[in-house]
């Protein structure tokens, strides 16, 4: 079974330029979630999807950031425009079903440099 | 913030059990103790989690006290594999809330 993947593992950008990044879960999991983690800080809860809907977008800390799962599957996490702060390592999660199980399996970060 | 209290790092000896405890003072009778751990540059990965009872798994065991306000997670044999930042987290929700979590560095 393949796991939690993500793209790209690195970018770099200009701060107000544009990036998306894609998570891909594994296949079957309602449940996907986005985390970050700046620079010296915890690992931060941004958002939770249940297949299409957004069940939890409390961590998404301002509208700069636009996320989607159209069709319940794949996910992407839109910063426009990015800002110097939003610097960090992206995590995607993914899990089964939605209160069944909470082990929650991650992928390996997008690591974001706005520069 | 995080509702559990972990130490900022621990040492452990290669092929020794590392026991790493947790404070969930404040937890709740309906709320999990979960266990991820994120090896240097990796995602977290999910190790372990249980209500009530103590909880063993091909990874590590899990030993909670009775009046569940605290945990220790058991990795019986430590490998240099082991070492990372190991979190203890505390939820009966999907949000999983990440503290500073305990760096274990596995010595040879």
């Known amino acids: 079974e393949a796991g939690v993947t993500q793209f790209p593992s690195h970018s770099v950008i200009e701060k107000g330029q544009t990036v998306t990044l894609r998570c891909d879960p594994i296949?079957?999991?309602?449940?996907l979630y986005w985390y970050r983690r700046v620079m010296g800080k915890e690992i931060k809860f941004l958002l939770h999807?249940?297949?299409?809907?957004?069940?939890?977008e409390s961590g998404m800390p301002n509208n700069r950031f636009l996320a989607e799962r159209t069709g319940g599957t794949y996910s992407t996490l839109k910063v426009q425009p990015a800002e110097l702060e939003d610097s960090g390592v992206y995590f995607c999660?993914?899990?089964?079903?939605?209160?069944?199980?909470?082990?929650?399996?991650f992928g390996p970060g997008t690591r974001l440099t706005v520069t | 913030d995080a509702k559990t209290t972990q130490p900022t790092s621990m040492d452990c000896a290669e092929g020794r059990a590392a026991n790493l405890p947790c404070n969930h003072s404040?937890?709740?009778?309906?709320?999990?103790v979960y266990w991820y751990r994120q090896i240097h540059s990796q995602g977290p990965q999910y190790i372990i989690h249980?209500?009530?009872n103590n909880e063993t798994n091909e990874m590590a065991s899990l030993i909670i006290t009775e009046d569940r306000k605290s945990s220790t997670l058991i990795l019986p044999h430590a490998t240099l594999r082991d070492t990372a930042v190991y979190y203890c987290?505390?939820?009966?929700?999907?949000?999983?809330?990440f503290g500073k979590g305990t760096r274990l560095h596995i010595l040879p």
């Open positions: 999807f249940v297949k299409e809907s957004k069940q939890d």
């Open positions: 249980g209500l009530k």
């Open positions: 404040t937890i709740s009778g309906n709320e999990y």
């Open positions: 987290i505390v939820t009966l929700d999907d949000k999983i809330i």
């Open positions: 999660a993914s899990s089964r079903n939605f209160r069944s199980s909470y082990e929650q399996y």
């Open positions: 296949s079957g999991h309602d449940n």
